[in-house]
């Protein structure tokens, strides 16, 4: 099993490199749609009784115009970005308050909750990519501070774990783990955005940015494990040998984009600062 996860790994973070570095916004833009109606797809047959077949394929081609719209719209209008952004936090707020009340109560995966889910961050990331020069490589940063988080708190949960983060949504989590892989992560993202941007950043705000979008990773993670306990489901799809449905791989992007898109263009980027 892990030889077979290693390699899906590997082969999803050559393509997905390859793409962001390689093509240009408009392709970036057609394959974000194309991953967000295969997480339509898993997410209309998340529940133990899904939708008909004609009201599953009209959501899944509702949620693909509604990315390519969402691109639009945001590319033209960057201030909308703020409602997808604000809708991310209502949501990993509900997260941490469920947890902290250590509550039993999941969220069922509705059809409006999906489009809030997966639209925003997929509708961002052709505007991310799109920032100049170096808006391919902020997408390829924050991929990064999600892929090395997501290996630190496998890695430092696996050898030094023993509380458990979330145990009524995601027992395998430990807090060691979490705390671990996020210090790697906004390691990774200072450095990485750091390098792409130059001095011209201001490193203390680089840095909150970065422990934020971390932390809105972890959370969104958390929030499609309550989706599938609610649903009584252990992995969103098998698309992905040994890792699940594409919502599984993709779950922390949803809710770090968002943030972090918002975080760059309105607090961060230099350019937009004057």
């Not at 703020?82 to 059809?111: D, E, K, T």
């Not at 990064?144 to 989590?173: C, E, H, M, T």
Request: proline residues 5%.
């Amino acid at each position: 099993m892990f030889r077979q996860r290693l390699v899906t790994a590997v082969v999803l973070g050559l393509a997905a490199v390859a793409g962001i570095l390689v093509l240009p916004t408009p392709l970036v833009a057609l394959l974000t749609t194309v991953m967000a109606m295969i997480a339509a797809w898993e997410w209309i047959h998340l529940p133990q009784a899904p939708q008909k077949s004609h009201i599953a394929w009209l959501y899944i081609l509702a949620i693909g115009g509604l990315v390519q719209v969402g691109w639009r719209v945001f590319d033209y209008s960057p201030k909308a970005m703020l409602v997808g952004a604000a809708i991310w936090v209502i949501l990993l707020g509900v997260v941490v308050v469920r947890q902290y009340r250590n509550s039993q109560q999941m969220i069922s995966p509705s059809l409006i909750l999906g489009v809030v889910v997966i639209v925003p961050a997929l509708g961002m990331v052709p505007v991310l990519h799109g920032q100049g020069n170096f808006g391919p490589h902020l997408v390829l940063a924050i991929c990064g501070v999600i892929w090395i988080g997501d290996i630190g708190a496998y890695g430092v949960g696996k050898r030094w774990g023993s509380r458990l983060l979330a145990p009524n949504i995601s027992p395998g989590k430990t807090v060691e783990g979490a705390l671990g892989g996020g210090l790697l992560a906004v390691a990774t993202g200072v450095v990485g955005v750091a390098t792409i941007t130059g001095p011209a950043v201001s490193m203390t705000r680089l840095v909150l940015v970065m422990v934020l979008v971390s932390a809105a990773a972890v959370l969104s993670d958390l929030l499609e494990s309550m989706l599938k306990r609610a649903s009584g489901k252990k992995d969103s799809g098998q698309l992905l040998p040994g890792h699940g449905g594409l919502l599984d791989r993709i779950d922390s992007l949803l809710g770090a984009v968002p943030i972090f898109t918002v975080l760059w263009l309105f607090w961060l980027n230099p350019a937009t600062l004057g």
